[in-house]
């Protein structure tokens, strides 16, 4: 050192005069002065030195955030925490910073000794852990990238020595453990971290002698496409497989995510607004499920799946984080039941934190009350009848379907009136579902649950009932055309046309032609029932006991089941004759008027058999 230049030998003094060590020390520091080395030289810079950081630690990362910066260590307290000089260059000055860091997003064992009024603490391997990055960094120059600062204000970053990541080295050793929620802020990502993790898992390493890896739960790992057909709440949905939409649905749970709390008054906003964003983005989709792990049953909970779902490219619990209407959650360090995607949620979550959105906004959050929503609903004959006439007026209403109480009774929610409705379709009836049920009630249920559940629909109201209902028809959008839910029901044989209310519907001939399809392929309803025999056995029930009498008749007709429609010859039919002669002679001088039939109407039509003119009832 003194023949280098850097260090001034003391004077002797000693009486007896100078050492021979004293004199060699001495000759070095001469000839050190000629050569005009270290502290000699006559252009020598002094070192710019700051003990201590002048500005606050946030200030400070902000500046230099992000840049590998060249420092020496100069302590090493335990195996992430280190007292270092940082080499700044900066206008064309040297800047020697001395500073604490601590590793993002790394704990190893902590080894706290001789610390004053601070009781001891040495953990199981700290001193082996403090001893691996000693070895490695004390007093050697390597790089620092500055990654964020602590809770309590210190600095966070990562050490690069020339042979690699001492972050990762330490991982992969068993001397340390992942910090999730700091993830976030390591500036190469978390994957390399992870699996130098793992590794010292699988092979039992140091920290982790004792770890036992959970056994995975049936199930686990299975991927599958589904259709989703209900949004449960803000983290859960009902899905059926994509291949058969009539199996049983699924209720999963969106793995390693925390929704807002329905029931919570300062989340409940965030809830609705959550399950609206799900309802919007999924329901009817195609998506794409990963089970990701199994929570087991816990008290009155029962066992949930938890599932990674992603529609197209998007995976979305991590969407669902990133716009601040749901949380990750927070898992212990030796839980591996967690998602696949687990460091992109906390990422995501971090990004949403910075952008203040959502529940992270720091602004007023919207009030939310069940008694609220509750006040939009309209559930008396007195408010029904007031409401109405406007609502006819309105034609097409938009809606969103909140609940199927039937295959043919829903609740609606219409946001541009801010009113919720009970509507029954017009013109037709489904089979009741409740004891005591009848068949095809609870298909009817089933198939309206899984195609018009919260799903966007319009709605034309033509009447309301005596219970505060309305009775219309709903119409799903499919592009530009309207899909008439009623045509549909019938179609499957799922409903049958109600008379009365179909005659009063302006699509009853529409009703009547789709119910009679169902009819002849003997679909749903109707291959169980025979409609004639049915109304044979509906006449036997009014028919009148009567004293047997011989008649002659001739036969018109022969139906099904053994019925024959009959006339009866003699006064009676000669007089039907005559009827039958004005009316074809009236209608022959008569000009046709051309004109569109209702159901109930009672016409004059030519029957083109015989050409004559017959009285019927539409």
């Keep these: 050192m003194v023949k280098s230049g850097w260090l001034k030998v003391k004077p002797s003094e000693s009486k007896r005069g100078p050492s021979d060590d004293h004199a060699i020390l001495s000759e070095l520091e001469t000839a050190a002065k000629v050569a005009g080395l270290g502290i000699w030289a006559p252009d020598r810079t002094v070192r710019n030195v700051n003990y201590a950081l002048v500005d606050d630690p946030r200030g400070f990362f902000e500046k230099f955030k992000g840049k590998p910066i060249s420092a020496i260590i ?46 001891d603490l040495v953990e199981p391997y700290s001193e082996e852990a403090k001893y691996f990055v000693e070895s490695r960094l004390l007093q050697r120059e390597v790089k620092v990238v500055l990654e964020g600062t602590s809770t309590n204000s210190g600095l966070l970053g990562t050490i690069i020595h020339p042979a690699g990541n001492i972050s990762e080295a330490l991982l992969a050793e068993g001397f340390a453990s992942i910090v999730a929620w700091q ?68 209720k999963l749970f969106l793995a390693s995510v925390r929704a807002p709390k329905a029931k919570d008054s300062k989340e409940a906003f965030f809830a609705n607004e959550a399950k609206e964003f799900l309802r919007q983005k999924l329901i009817g989709k195609t998506v794409q499920v990963t089970i990701d792990y199994i929570k087991p049953a816990d008290g009155e909970y029962d066992a949930r799946e938890c599932a990674s779902v992603v529609l197209g490219s998007q995976n979305i619990g991590e969407l669902l984080i990133s716009r601040g209407l ?8 030796d839980d591996d039941r967690r998602a696949v995607n687990y460091d992109a949620l906390i990422i995501a979550e971090d990004l949403a934190q910075k952008g203040k959105k959502g529940m992270h906004s720091g602004k007023e959050t919207p009030s939310w009350n069940e008694e609220a929503e509750k006040e939009k609903e309209i559930k008396t004959a007195a408010k029904a009848k007031q409401f109405l006439p406007f609502f006819q007026r309105s034609h097409y209403i938009s809606g969103v379907v909140e609940f199927v109480s039937s295959g043919s009774r829903f609740k609606i929610w219409m946001p ?99 119910e009679k399809k169902a009819k002849d392929g003997k679909i749903g309803i109707w291959s169980i029932r025979d409609p004639e025999a ?22 018109s007709d022969v139906g099904a089941a053994g019925s024959l429609y009959v006339q009866v010859t003699g006064a009676l039919l000669s007089s039907l004759e ?27 039509a030519k029957y083109s058999a015989d050409d004559s003119w017959y009285g019927m009832n539409i």
């Design 74 to 119: 100069d302590q090493v307290r335990d195996a992430n925490t280190f007292r270092m000089i940082l080499l700044i260059d900066e206008n064309n000055t040297k800047l020697h910073q001395y500073v604490g860091l601590t590793l993002t997003a790394v704990k190893a064992p902590t080894y706290r000794v001789g610390v004053p009024n601070v009781e």
């Design 183 to 250: 993830v976030p802020m390591l500036s190469d990502g978390p994957n390399k971290l992870r699996a130098a993790e793992q590794r010292a898992k699988d092979k039992h390493m140091r920290i982790w002698k004792s770890y036992t890896a959970k056994e995975k739960d049936s199930g686990v790992g299975s991927s599958f496409s589904a259709v989703v057909i209900r949004i449960a709440s803000a983290d859960s949905i009902g899905v059926v497989p994509a291949n058969d939409i009539n199996a049983p649905e699924r």
């Design 326 to 333: 749901a949380t990750a959650l927070r898992h212990k360090k």
């Design 416 to 514: 541009s009136q801010n009113k919720k409705i009970l509507m029954s379709l017009a013109g037709i009836r489904t089979p009741k579902q409740a004891q005591p049920a009848e068949p095809f009630g609870q298909e009817a249920l089933d198939y309206t649950n899984r195609h018009i559940l919260q799903r966007d629909v319009e709605v034309m109201i033509e009447a309301a009932d005596k219970v505060g209902g309305f009775i219309g028809n709903l119409f799903l959008i499919h592009g530009d055309k309207r899909e008439n839910y009623a045509i549909t029901l019938l179609e499957k044989g799922l409903a049958t046309v109600h008379d009365y209310s179909a005659s009063q519907s302006s699509f009853a001939s529409q009703l009547y032609v789709a």
């Design 534 to 555: 049915e109304a044979i056995e509906a006449s036997m029930k009014t028919a009148t006991v009567v004293e047997a009498e011989d008649a002659q008749v001739y036969v």
């Design 578 to 604: 005559g009827l039958s002669s004005q009316l074809r002679d009236h209608y022959e001088k008569e000009p046709a008027v051309t004109f569109q039939p209702k159901v109930g109407d009672h016409v004059a």
